[in-house]
């Protein structure tokens, strides 16, 4: 199965100030997807991360809020800028590896806001 | 819009006896479906994906089928065990490597 690691596991932030997620995976991936979820919620998705280009947002997801990098086929980052305490939740990306149709989550980042 | 739901939220059952998850979805034009569980605090683990051609997926005591004409999925868990407590999610996708829209998740609890 794919390896797919997030780092930080888990921060508390103060309400104004910016968190920048990691993902990696440990093979190639050609989109990458960014999740939230929300408490005691199921998973939404926030954005779709491709190579080279900007991001996809879904409704409701801004880039000035949520800005994705992607700079290679195994690495992407999501901020959360100018935190307040809805955000708080825990944030997980994903990919299809190796080509196939399953896809792979990472442990997920929890993120309290404070 | 693609929308998923699975009823029950929260099912409670006694270690020995078969769970059975149910998932929904309102558009039938979906590549494949897959079924996850999440324990508290974690992340996803894949359990089981189902092509839209398919009809069944086994795996261990895990069967799940797909009824695509009827937006209809069904995971069964045979003879629960207390580590099968879990939130167990399925999600769809419209097509290959694209993203999940997700349902709400059922939150079984199996007793000792």
């Known amino acids: 199965s794919a390896v797919i690691s997030q780092k930080p596991s888990r921060d508390i932030c103060q309400r104004g100030t910016s968190l920048t997620i990691q993902c990696q995976v440990d093979?190639?991936?050609?989109?990458m997807f960014w999740y939230r979820q929300q408490p005691g919620q199921s998973l939404t998705l926030i954005a779709t991360?491709?190579?080279?280009?900007?991001?996809?947002?879904e409704s409701g997801f801004v880039i000035d809020k949520f800005p994705i990098s992607r700079p290679n086929l195994t690495f992407s980052t999501l901020t959360v800028s100018n935190m307040s305490p809805e955000d708080s939740s825990i944030y997980l990306c994903s990919g299809n590896r190796g080509g196939t149709d399953t896809q792979y989550f990472g442990p997920g980042t929890r993120l309290t806001v404070l | 819009k693609q929308e998923v739901t699975q009823i029950p939220a929260a099912l409670s059952v006694p270690e020995g006896e078969n769970l059975v998850l149910n998932c929904s979805f309102t558009d039938s034009a979906i590549y494949n479906l897959q079924w996850f569980r999440q324990d508290p605090g974690k992340g996803l683990t894949s359990l089981l994906l189902?092509?839209?051609?398919?009809r069944e997926q086994t795996s261990g005591r895990l069967n799940a089928s797909l009824d695509k004409s009827s937006g209809r999925s069904t995971l069964y868990i045979a003879a629960s065990q207390p580590g099968d407590s879990a939130t167990y999610l399925c999600?769809?996708?419209?097509?290959?490597?694209?993203?999940?829209?997700f349902g709400g998740g059922t939150r079984v609890l199996v007793k000792p």
């Open positions: 999600a769809v996708t419209r097509a290959a490597g694209n993203k999940l829209t």
């Open positions: 189902i092509q839209s051609s398919q």
């Open positions: 093979s190639q991936v050609t989109m």
């Open positions: 991360a491709n190579q080279g280009s900007e991001a996809t947002y």
